[in-house]
C-alpha cells in the first residue's frame, strides 16, 4: 500500500483544531470533489474518499485521541478507521452533512436504502515480518476483531417473530425536510437515526443493532519477494455484511523490520557496507560474508578501492512472480590500523622506501607525528 497521508494534512486542518472547524474543513472539500461536480473524475472520487475517511476518524473524540497517540497503525487490526470504497457508503454515513450542504441535491439524491444488504467494510491489517521471511516467504496466523451480522436475527434487529415498523417521522425516508427561507434543509432523521425503521422489540443478542462483535484467527499465506507497503487482499475476511449483504475483505499491508547487517533494498538488489583489512584490499583473497540467512564466502580482488562493490550472485530477493533472485552488493570500506607493532612498521617503511613514498618519522603515530 502507497503512503498514507496525514489525516489533520488531508483536511488542512492543525492538530489541536475543534470539532467545528474540522466539520467546515471537511465540508468545504467534500463540496469540491463531490461525485456530482466531478462526473468519472476518478481522482476526485479518490480525494472524496481520503476526506471522508479522515473525517469518520477526527470527528470521533475517541478514534481521534486514538489516532493522535498512535497514528494509521491505531486501526491497524480492525477496530476503527475507515477505508470508504464505496462513494454510496459516504452518503450513507455522512448524510446529515451532506443534507445540510447539498439541501435535495447530491446527498438525498444518491441516499440509498438503509435496509437493503450492503458489503461490509474492508480492514487494514499491518503485519511485520523479517528479511528473511521476505526470502522464504511466511504462513502466519493473525488475530483481529470485527463485526459481523447478527446470528440470531439475520441482521434485522428485531426479536424472531416481531415487526418492523415504517417510522412515522419521516415515513421511512430516513431523513427529514425543514424549510428555511428559499432553502430546504435535509437532516437524518432523529426518531430512527436514518434507518427509516423502527424496531420496538429488539433482539437480546445485537439489541437492535443487528451487528455482533467478534473475534477472528486466520490464516495467511505471505508469499517470497513482498516489500515494506505491499498490500495482500484477502477476500471475504473483513466486516460481515449489513443486512444479509457479502463481507468486505481483508487487506494485510506489509512492514519490513531492519536486518541486523542493514541491507538496503533496491528492488530484488541487496546492498549493504562491508569492511575489510587493508592488507586484502592490497593482496587480494577469500573473505566470509553475511546474507539474509547466513554466511557465504566472496572473493576479494587484488587493489580493491574504498567504495567498490563486490558481488554475490543470487543471494538477494526473489521476484512476486518467481524465478532468479536478485544479488547482494558489497560496498567496501578498508580498516587502517591505529596502530602497528615495530616488526610490522619496520616492513611497511621497507615498502615505502621501495616506492619511493616519503613517510613521516618513527616517532610515533603510525608512521610517527606531523611536526
Not at 201 to 220: A, Q
Request: charged fraction near 30%; hydrophobic fraction near 25%; charge should be neutral.
Amino acid at each position: 500500500m502507497s503512503h498514507q497521508r496525514d489525516f489533520y494534512e488531508i483536511l488542512g486542518v492543525s492538530r489541536d483544531a475543534d470539532q467545528d472547524v474540522i466539520k467546515k474543513s471537511y465540508r468545504k472539500i467534500a463540496m469540491q470533489f463531490h461525485p456530482d461536480k466531478n462526473p468519472g473524475n476518478k481522482e476526485a472520487e479518490e480525494k472524496f474518499k481520503e476526506a471522508a475517511a479522515a473525517y469518520e476518524v477526527l470527528s470521533d473524540t475517541e478514534k481521534r485521541a486514538k489516532y493522535d497517540r498512535f497514528g494509521h497503525q491505531a486501526f491497524s487490526g480492525g477496530g476503527g478507521g475507515h477505508n470508504f470504497h464505496d462513494v454510496e457508503d459516504i452518503f450513507a454515513q455522512f448524510g446529515d452533512i451532506f443534507g445540510d450542504f447539498f439541501g435535495m441535491g447530491g446527498g438525498a439524491r444518491r441516499r440509498r436504502d438503509p435496509n437493503q444488504p450492503r458489503k461490509g467494510a474492508d480492514l487494514r491489517y499491518v503485519m511485520e515480518i523479517s528479511l528473511e521471511d521476505v526470502v522464504q516467504g511466511i504462513e502466519r496466523e493473525i488475530e483481529y476483531d470485527c463485526d459481523e451480522s447478527c446470528k440470531e436475527c439475520h441482521g434485522s434487529g428485531a426479536e424472531k417473530g416481531s415487526s418492523i415498523d415504517t417510522c412515522s417521522t419521516c415515513g421511512g425516508q430516513g431523513q427529514v425536510i425543514r424549510a428555511q427561507g428559499f432553502f430546504q434543509m435535509a437532516t437524518t432523521c432523529p426518531s430512527c437515526q436514518g434507518q427509516g425503521k423502527v424496531i420496538k422489540h429488539k433482539c437480546k443478542t445485537c439489541r437492535g443493532r443487528g451487528r455482533t462483535p467478534r473475534h477472528r484467527k486466520i490464516r495467511v499465506t505471505i508469499p517470497a519477494g513482498v516489500d515494506s507497503g505491499t498490500r495482500l487482499r484477502v477476500s471475504g475476511e473483513g466486516e460481515g455484511g449489513h443486512k444479509g449483504g457479502p463481507a468486505g475483505d481483508l487487506y494485510v499491508e506489509i512492514q519490513v523490520k531492519d536486518h541486523d547487517h542493514h541491507f538496503e533494498r533496491r528492488d530484488t538488489d541487496l546492498i549493504t557496507e562491508f569492511r575489510i583489512s587493508y592488507l586484502k584490499a592490497i593482496l587480494g583473497g577469500e573473505t566470509e560474508v553475511p546474507t539474509v540467512m547466513g554466511k557465504e564466502t566472496v572473493s576479494i580482488p587484488k587493489g580493491t578501492q574504498v567504495g567498490d562493490l563486490i558481488k554475490l550472485s543470487g543471494h538477494g530477493i526473489p521476484t512476486l512472480r518467481g524465478g532468479r533472485r536478485g544479488d547482494i552488493y558489497y560496498q567496501i570500506n578498508i580498516e587502517i590500523p591505529k596502530k602497528l607493532d615495530s616488526e610490522e612498521e619496520k616492513m611497511l617503511r621497507k615498502i615505502a622506501e621501495l616506492r619511493d613514498e616519503k613517510t613521516s618519522s618513527s616517532n610515533g603515530g603510525f608512521f610517527g607525528r606531523k611536526k
